[in-house]
C-alpha cells in the first residue's frame, strides 16, 4: 500500500507545536492522543518533581508530567493553568503539561537541523532535532526520552 | 494452527490435568473400576485424535498406555505402583509433545521408544487372559454424550478479563453519575439511575462470579509434586487437601500459585523427616502435609502444614546472629515467634544442606513479598517436633474493594477496608490522646501502645498549623505482627473502589499499592501499610529497626466478658453506653409530663415521682412539645431516670475499658462498634440524683439490710452496687477476703455477705470458712456470685454452706436469694418486686 505509507511518513513529520516557558516546542502528532484544557491534578506526594500529578481522562487515571520542570524551566507562575497533551507510552496515558497549545504543523526536511552540540544537556536528552520556524526555532521533543525519569 | 488442532490441544490439556490426580488415587485404590475407567478414556480419546489429525508420535505413545490401562482396566493384569510410574512418565512425555506442538505447530522430533517398551513389557508381563496383541481393538470411545445440551461453555480468559475491566469501568462512571445526581434535586433522572445503579451492581456480581475459580485448580499438580519429592527424598508423604472447592478469583490464584507450591516443596523437603527420623521420634513413619482453605469474610483463608520436625529455633538464632541481622542483646528479648519470623528476612534459607528440592534462593521472603504485594499476610505457627503450619490470608478479589477515605495535609487517601482495624478520635477531651515519647508519637489503645506514624510528614506533605487540640483519627492497621496506627486528619465516608495499578514511572514510591477514580471524578492515591511499615521501619521482616510485637489482647478475658450494652447519646462528644442489665426499662417521656420539683426534674410515673437527672448537658426542661429520652433504674417506687438525647443502639460487645477516671460520672472508656464510647458509672448516678431520694428512705427505713459485696473487679462491683441500691440495699464494697475480715475485725455488721469466688489473696471459699469458724459474721447469710455457675459447681458451692450460689449474670437470681435470706430477718419492705436487672 504505497499510498498509505506515503501519508504516513508526511504524518511522521507533523508536530503538534506548544509553548513551554515561551519556547515553542512539537510532540509528534502521531503520539498525540488528546488535547486537554485545565485539569483538576491530583497531586502524588513523593513522586519524582517532574510528575504533576495524576487525573482523570474519561475514567482512565493519566499521569501529568510538568514540561517546564522536565525541561528544568522555571516554575509555572501562580494562577496560570497548564494545557494537557495525553501521549502514549507503553500502554500508559501521559499529560504533558504545556503553557499553550497551538496548531499541527507539517515541517520540512529541509528547515531540519540537528541538536546544536551546546545544547543544555538535559534538553539534548530529549530533543529529536531544531527546526526552523520563521523567525523562532521549534525543539521537536521525544516523547519516549521524556518518560524517562526518576 | 487450524482450529481442530487448536481444539485438541485445549481439550488434551484438560483431560491431563486431571489424569494426574486420577493416576495417584489409582495408586492408592488399585481396584477403582471408575477411576480406571476414566484414566482409560482420557489416553483412549487422545490416541484416537491422534490418529485423526495425523500425530504419528503422540499416537504410539497413548496406543502403548491405553494398552496397559485397558488390561487394568479389564481386571486382567493388577495396578501396580511400577505400572502407574509407568504412565505417569507417559503422560509427562505426551504432555512434552503437545507443548511443543503447541508452540511449533508440529510435532517435536524425538525418541519413546524406552517409555513404550516399558509400556510393552508391563502389558505383557504376567499374561493371565489372552496376549494382548499391539492391535488389540479398541473399545468403544466414551460414554454416549447425554442427550441434554451442555451446562458449561468453554470462555477465552481474556474475554473474561475484558468484561471485567468493561464492568469495573461501569462500576466508576456509575458512581460518578450517582454523585452527580445526589447534588439535583427533583432530577428526571434519578430513577433510571437507581435502576441503572442496581444493574450495575448486578452485572458486576455477575462478572465477579466468572472470574471465581475452586482453589482445587492450583493444587492439581501439587499431589503429583508431593509423590515426586517423596520418592526423590526417600520419605513417606501423604498430602491431604480440604477445601478445594473454595472459589476465589483467578488473579488472586495464579498469584498465589507459586507461593504455595513453594511452601508445599519446603515442608516436603525441610518440614518432615525421614521416616527413619520419624520412627526414632516416636511419630508414624508417613508424615502429612495438609493443605486448607476457607472463606473467612472478604478473604481466602489457607493453610499449609506438615507434622514434621518444627522450626529449629536455635539454627534461626544462630543464623540471625551470623548475618549480623539481629544483636544478641535483641535476639535475647525476642520471643519464640519473633524469630521464627527471621525466616521471611531476605537471604534466609534454614536448610542445613542446599538440595535440589528446595534452597535455590527462592525464599521465604519472596512468597511473603509476592503476598504482600496482593494485599496478603502470612503467618506461621511451628511446634518443635510438632510441625509447621502457615496460614495465608488473601482478599477475595483484587478488582473492587471497599475503600475509606481519609485526609492528611488537605490531600484526599484511599486505604482499602481490609487492612483497617479500627477507627480512632483522638483529641478530644475524654477521648484517647496522642503521647510522646521524645518525639515518636503513641497511642495508648486498650492496654497496649500503638506506634503511630503521621501521614502527612510521612508524604513530605506541608502541614498547614492545626489547634494543639485539633481533633484527628488514628487508622490502626496490621502488618504480620505488627499493628500500628496512621494518624490523618480527617475521616470521610467508605467507597467502593476499583483498584488500578500505579503507573511504572512511580513505580519508585512505596506508599502506594495502587490509584483509583472516585465517584466525584477525582484521581485518588490508595495508600499501602505494607509500604508504610517499610518505610517507618516498623516491619520486622523488612529489616531496619526490631519493633516489639505486643500480643493481640485476647478477648474474652476478664472484663472484657461480651455483654449487652445500650448505646446512647447525651451532650457533645463520644456517645455513651451503659449495661443493658442495669436499666429496668427505656421511658420516652413528652415534655408535658415532666414537672419541676423544687431543684429536680421528676416525672410522675405508675403512681410515684421519678426523679430525672441529665447526663451531659441537657439541665433544662425540654421544649414543650419535645419528647424526652429517658434511661429507668430501679424499679416501682425505688426508680429514677437518666435523660438522654437519643438512644443509640443496643449491642453485644466485648467490654474492655480504658480507665479514664478524669470525668466523675464514667468509669472510662472502650472501644465499641468500633468508636470510641463512655462507659456510665452508673453508682454516680444514681448518688448524683438519687442519693439524697435514697439517702432520705434509708434514714426513714430503719430496717435497711446492709450487704457486704466482696468482689475484686472493681467493673463487676460498679455494675451490682447500682443494682442493689436501687432495689433499696446499703452496700459496702470490699476487694476479696481478707479485707473483707477486715471489717469483721473492725466491728462492722452486714445482714448479708455476697461473694465472688475466684478473688486472689482469699477466694470465696476460703472467705466462707473464715466466716463460718466462728465470730460475730458466724450466721450471716452468704451467697456466691460466680461466673461459673453449671449445676456441679452450684453443689459443690452448697455442700461448702453457702447460703445460695448464683451466677453473676442471674441479677434476677440474686434479689430473689437475698429476699429469701433475710426474710426470717428484715427484708426491706419496699423491696416486692425482684430487681430488674
Partial sequence: MPSHSQSMGRAAEMVLSLTVAGQPCGVPVLAVRDVLGPQTITRIPLAPPEVAGSLNLRGRIVTALDLRRRLQLPARPAGQKPMSVVVEHQGELYALLADGVGEVLSLSPAERAANPPTLDPAWKAVCQGVHRLGDSLLVVLDVERLMQIG | ?837
Avoid at chain 2, 481396584?31 to 482409560?40: P, Q
Avoid at chain 2, 524425538?110 to 479398541?138: K, N
Avoid at chain 2, 473492725?746 to 476460703?766: R, S, V, Y
Fill in chain 2, 1 to 837: 494452527m487450524d482450529d481442530i488442532l487448536a481444539e485438541f490441544l485445549t481439550e488434551a490439556h484438560e483431560g491431563l490435568q486431571s489424569l494426574d490426580g486420577a493416576l495417584l488415587s489409582l495408586e492408592r485404590n488399585p481396584n477403582d473400576t471408575a477411576l480406571l475407567g476414566e484414566v482409560f478414556r482420557t489416553i483412549h480419546t487422545i490416541k484416537g485424535t491422534c490418529g485423526f489429525l495425523g500425530l504419528p508420535r503422540l499416537e504410539k505413545l497413548a496406543h502403548a498406555g491405553e494398552n496397559v490401562l485397558g488390561l487394568w482396566r479389564d481386571g486382567a493384569l493388577p495396578a501396580t505402583a511400577e505400572g502407574i510410574s509407568l504412565i505417569l512418565a507417559a503422560v509427562d512425555r505426551i504432555k512434552s509433545i503437545l507443548l511443543g506442538l503447541q508452540t511449533e505447530g508440529v510435532e517435536p522430533a524425538g525418541d519413546d521408544s524406552a517409555i513404550i517398551a516399558g509400556l510393552d513389557a508391563a502389558s505383557l508381563r504376567p499374561p493371565l487372559t489372552a496376549s494382548p496383541g499391539p492391535e488389540r481393538p479398541a473399545l468403544p470411545a466414551a460414554e454416549p454424550t447425554p442427550g441434554s445440551a451442555p451446562q458449561t461453555i468453554r470462555v477465552a480468559v481474556d474475554v473474561l478479563e475484558d468484561l471485567m475491566v468493561l464492568a469495573s469501568e461501569l462500576v466508576l462512571t456509575r458512581n460518578q453519575l450517582l454523585q452527580i445526581a445526589r447534588s439535583e434535586v427533583n432530577s428526571p433522572f434519578t430513577l433510571p439511575l437507581q435502576r441503572l445503579s442496581q444493574i450495575t451492581t448486578n452485572l458486576q456480581d455477575g462478572v465477579m462470579k466468572t472470574r471465581m475459580q475452586p482453589i482445587g485448580s492450583a493444587w492439581q499438580k501439587l499431589p503429583r509434586l508431593v509423590r515426586d519429592l517423596a520418592h526423590e527424598l526417600g520419605k513417606k508423604i501423604t498430602l491431604d487437601m480440604t477445601g478445594a472447592e473454595t472459589e476465589l478469583d483467578r488473579q488472586v490464584m495464579e498469584l498465589i500459585r507459586d507461593p504455595m507450591t513453594h511452601m508445599v516443596r519446603n515442608s516436603a523437603d525441610h518440614g518432615l523427616e525421614t521416616p527413619a527420623q520419624r520412627r526414632a521420634a516416636g511419630k508414624p513413619e508417613t508424615g502429612h502435609i495438609t493443605l486448607n482453605a476457607y472463606h473467612q469474610g472478604s478473604h481466602v483463608l489457607l493453610e499449609i502444614g506438615d507434622d514434621g520436625r518444627g522450626l529449629a529455633v536455635g539454627m534461626i538464632r544462630e543464623k540471625a546472629l551470623r548475618q549480623g541481622l539481629a544483636t544478641p542483646a535483641q535476639l535475647a528479648a525476642m520471643s519464640e515467634r519473633e524469630i521464627q519470623r527471621f525466616i521471611f528476612r531476605p537471604g534466609f534459607s534454614t536448610a542445613a544442606s542446599v538440595t535440589s528440592v528446595s534452597g535455590r534462593g527462592v525464599g521465604m521472603d519472596v512468597v511473603k513479598t509476592n503476598l504482600e504485594r496482593i494485599g496478603g499476610v502470612i503467618e506461621l505457627r511451628s511446634r518443635p517436633g510438632r510441625g509447621t503450619t502457615f496460614t495465608i490470608k488473601i482478599p477475595l478479589t483484587l478488582a473492587i474493594a471497599g475503600a475509606l477515605i481519609v485526609e492528611a495535609a488537605g490531600e484526599r487517601f484511599a486505604i482499602l477496608q481490609n487492612s483497617v482495624l479500627e477507627l480512632v478520635r483522638v483529641g478530644e477531651r475524654g477521648g484517647a490522646r496522642v503521647e510522646m515519647i521524645k518525639q515518636t508519637p503513641v497511642l495508648r489503645l486498650r492496654e497496649r501502645l500503638l506506634p503511630l506514624v503521621p501521614l502527612a510528614p510521612l508524604l513530605a506533605l506541608e502541614q498547614p498549623p492545626r489547634a494543639e487540640d485539633a481533633t484527628s483519627f488514628v487508622v490502626v492497621t496490621q502488618v504480620g505482627a505488627q499493628v500500628f496506627g496512621i494518624v490523618v486528619d480527617r475521616v470521610f465516608d467508605t467507597e467502593e473502589i476499583v483498584v488500578k495499578p500505579v503507573t511504572p514511572i512511580l513505580r519508585d514510591v512505596t506508599m502506594f499499592s495502587g490509584n483509583t477514580i472516585l465517584g466525584d471524578g477525582s484521581v485518588i492515591m490508595i495508600l499501602d501499610p505494607n509500604g508504610i511499615a517499610r518505610a517507618t521501619g516498623l516491619s520486622v521482616e523488612g529489616g531496619g529497626e526490631l519493633a516489639e510485637a505486643p500480643p493481640r489482647p485476647p478477648l474474652g478475658r476478664g472484663e472484657g466478658e461480651r455483654m449487652a450494652l445500650l448505646l446512647f447519646r447525651a451532650g457533645p462528644g463520644a456517645p455513651k453506653a451503659v449495661p443493658l442489665g442495669l436499666i429496668a426499662r427505656l421511658e420516652d417521656f413528652p415534655a408535658e409530663r415532666i414537672e419541676y420539683a423544687g431543684e429536680t426534674l421528676v416525672v410522675q410515673c405508675r403512681g410515684s415521682m421519678m426523679p430525672l437527672v441529665p447526663v451531659g448537658a441537657c439541665a433544662q426542661m425540654p421544649a414543650p412539645g419535645t419528647r424526652q429520652a429517658v434511661l429507668v433504674f430501679g424499679d416501682g417506687d425505688h426508680a429514677m431516670g437518666l435523660m438522654v438525647d437519643a438512644i443509640l443502639d443496643v449491642l453485644e460487645a466485648p467490654l474492655l475499658i480504658e480507665r479514664g477516671g478524669e470525668r466523675p460520672g464514667f468509669l472510662g472508656s472502650a472501644v465499641i462498634a468500633e468508636k470510641v464510647t463512655e462507659i456510665l458509672d452508673c453508682a454516680y448516678w444514681l448518688r448524683q440524683g438519687g442519693a439524697d431520694w435514697f439517702g432520705q428512705a434509708a434514714a426513714k427505713d430503719a430496717s435497711h439490710p446492709r450487704l457486704l459485696l466482696v468482689e475484686d473487679s472493681a467493673f463487676f462491683r460498679n455494675l451490682v452496687v447500682p443494682a442493689l441500691l436501687a432495689a433499696g440495699y446499703d452496700i459496702t464494697g470490699a476487694a476479696n477476703g481478707r479485707e473483707a475480715l477486715r471489717l469483721r475485725e473492725a466491728g462492722e455488721h452486714f445482714d448479708a455477705i455476697i461473694t465472688d469466688i475466684d478473688m486472689p489473696q482469699m477466694n470465696g471459699f476460703q472467705l466462707l470458712r473464715a466466716v463460718r469458724d466462728g465470730g460475730p459474721w458466724e450466721d450471716v447469710p452468704v451467697i456466691a456470685l460466680s461466673g461459673r455457675a453449671e449445676p456441679a459447681e452450684v453443689e459443690k458451692g452448697l455442700a461448702a454452706g453457702f447460703t445460695d450460689y448464683i451466677a453473676k449474670s442471674d441479677r434476677e437470681g440474686l434479689g430473689l436469694s437475698l429476699r429469701r435470706a433475710l426474710q426470717p430477718r428484715h427484708a426491706p419492705a419496699a423491696i416486692t418486686a425482684p430487681i430488674t436487672g
